[in-house]
């Protein structure tokens, strides 16, 4: 009775988990939660106090469809920090990067176009090009390249119906980045069969180390960027993001922003500018190096119990872990875990099919506390299932 296109869309197996965690912590029992994409802090205190005067100062009208001026001017000034220049026309704000999914989809996605993905990878992005009538095609990318195409798999990919590719680095749910040289070549690639490639950048900021490059835009100018108030600006229920596009693209997609959307949340928008301000930056890098200091930690307590991280991560806050030592599928390991110990975890099945069934996503978006009782009932658990460590 709905459409077609609608039924092709797979509800996310962690939602059911979400469902009977909550059931338990409704029954009083004590979850310990690795399924959350999401960071566990609250918004930075300057960036709420800059939403409230906002609001306060009626702050609250549709704003212009590619976003407030000073908010793209701001953009731009993040980038010139780390040594690229964007222009702030060349930016427009988005409802998160996934406003700016649907966007991209709708610019460069006709019916039946191919769009390049990976597997595994951020589960929506097989959506955005379903929904305007286009077709996903999954690379299956390989733990020995740290879960990236390489070049020979990428252009072996691309057919003669391929129209754009769509890769992340850091990547979700492996926390990977593509290197620098990789991105030039297959860019270049892209560019050479009148193709596009989109970047999605929503983890950049969140790198345990230097990162390899502070943007795509510092290896090529060209790519079209998604990113994100989501998840190092912690923001998420914000709903707000930015794309920068080539400036020819940028009349194209705001006149679609308009219809789809009219504007951005405008508060949002207001409070997102002091996201950059000294205060906030100094509360965020603070919350980067908590995250690096909980990814040690639960990957050193993993590797205790036997499990394999075949990839560490470059950033973001997942580590992408190989349980085939458990001899269970991702899916009877995620629910047993859940079940029995109320340890939630993400199977590999959300983010594709490829070895899908060996593999679960932890999320350190939780305290220190939480991961060290996570992997005391982990353990508790490999014991009561006579698996050893
Ligand atoms: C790789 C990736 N892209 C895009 C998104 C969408 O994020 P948002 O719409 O909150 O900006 C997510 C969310 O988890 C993600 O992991």
Redesign the pocket.
Known sequence: MFSARSNEVSPFVVMQLLQRASEYENAGKTVVHFEV??PDFATAEPIVAAAQQAIAAGRTKYTSAQGIPELRQKISGFYSNMGIEVAPDRVLITS????G?TLLASLLLDPDDELLITDPG?P?NDVFARLVGARPRPIPVQAQNRFQPTLAEFSAAWTAQTRAALL?SP??PTGTMLPADDLAAMAAYAAQQEGFLIL?E??QGLNHGPSIYPSGLAVRDDLFI?N?F?KFFGM?GW?L?WVVVPPEAIAPMTKLAQNLFISPNAPAQYAALAAFDDDAMAIHEQRKATFAQRAVMLRDGLLDLGFQIPVIPDGAFYLYVDISHTGMPSMDFCWQLLDQFQVAVTPGDDFGEHHSNSYVRFAYTTNQQAIDLGLQRIKQALTAWGIGY
């Open positions: 994409g999401e998160g990067a996934s406003g999914l951020y929506c992340a990547a979700n999605d929503i983890y998604l994100s989501s998420t709903r993001g």
